[in-house]
């Protein structure tokens, strides 16, 4: 399957905000409210950040939110702190026959 | 609490097969999906197919139809992957994860709990 594509790194400054940007289609992104971010520190299992474009689940603060225009979907963290640093993945659904499920490549955010 | 507990690490011969089994607690078992993830050494995250026991559906990317199976025994609400016929290039990190959604139809659901990972390593 094509992975949706990120951006391989990103940084900022503590206190800054930043954006990750999520390319896909519109067999994903495009045409369904289906995407949700991950994040992963190393040596460690993946977290849900958000859901359904723009849903935070309980716990997670709300420095993180999610967006979408067209086929891109974008989390945006604002108040960075050092925790943040990690691994970011985007994943979304998708009517691509190959796989019904299509994750980005990933974004190694720098603080 | 919610607890998703996958199996040990695991060495494989090429060839071999795998089985990892992922033990929920903490909920109804058969009310959520299971998505089984891996993550090759240094690589992303790839989506290995997801199963439904309520709905007795499973789902699995082109690329691994046929060499993956994922089954379920609700007994024990135990959730297993089964990678057969190895390569090195399956060396990675396993996980299990929970559907989000209640009942679920298909995959693609956002997942909200996950296993610790289990290492899977192929080599000769």
């Known amino acids: 399957q094509s992975a949706l594509t990120q951006p391989a790194s990103v940084s900022g400054s503590p206190g800054q905000s930043i954006t990750i940007s999520c390319t896909g289609t519109?067999?994903?992104?495009?045409?369904?409210?289906?995407v949700s971010w991950y994040q992963q520190h190393p040596g460690k299992a993946p977290r849900l950040m958000i859901y359904?474009?723009?849903v935070r689940p309980s716990g997670v603060s709300d420095r993180f939110s999610g967006s979408k225009s067209g086929n891109t979907a974008s989390l945006t963290i604002s108040g960075l702190q050092a925790e943040d640093e990690a691994d970011y993945y985007c994943?979304?659904?998708?009517?691509?026959?190959?796989?019904?499920?299509?994750f980005g490549g990933g974004t190694r955010l720098a603080v | 609490q919610i607890q998703l507990v996958q199996s040990g690490a695991e060495v494989k011969k090429p060839g071999a097969s795998v089985k990892v089994s992922c033990e929920a607690s903490?909920?109804?078992?058969?009310?959520?999906?299971i998505t089984w993830v891996r993550q090759a050494p240094g690589h992303g995250l790839e989506w290995m197919g997801w199963?439904?026991?309520?709905?007795?559906?499973?789902d699995y990317p082109q690329n691994l139809q046929g060499r993956v199976s994922l089954t379920t025994d609700t007994s024990t609400s135990t959730a297993y992957m089964e990678l057969m016929s190895l390569t090195s290039d399956d060396t990675a990190v396993y996980y299990c994860?929970?559907?989000?959604?209640?009942?679920?139809?298909?995959?693609?659901?956002?997942?909200?709990?996950w296993g610790q990972g289990t290492l899977v390593t192929v080599s000769s």
């Open positions: 519109s067999s994903d992104i495009g045409g369904f409210n289906y």
């Open positions: 199963i439904s026991t309520y709905h007795d559906k499973t």
């Open positions: 359904d474009v723009s």
């Open positions: 903490g909920y109804t078992f058969i009310n959520h999906g």
């Open positions: 994943y979304s659904y998708t009517t691509d026959v190959t796989s019904r499920v299509v």
């Open positions: 994860a929970r559907d989000l959604w209640v009942r679920h139809a298909a995959a693609g659901c956002p997942l909200d709990y």
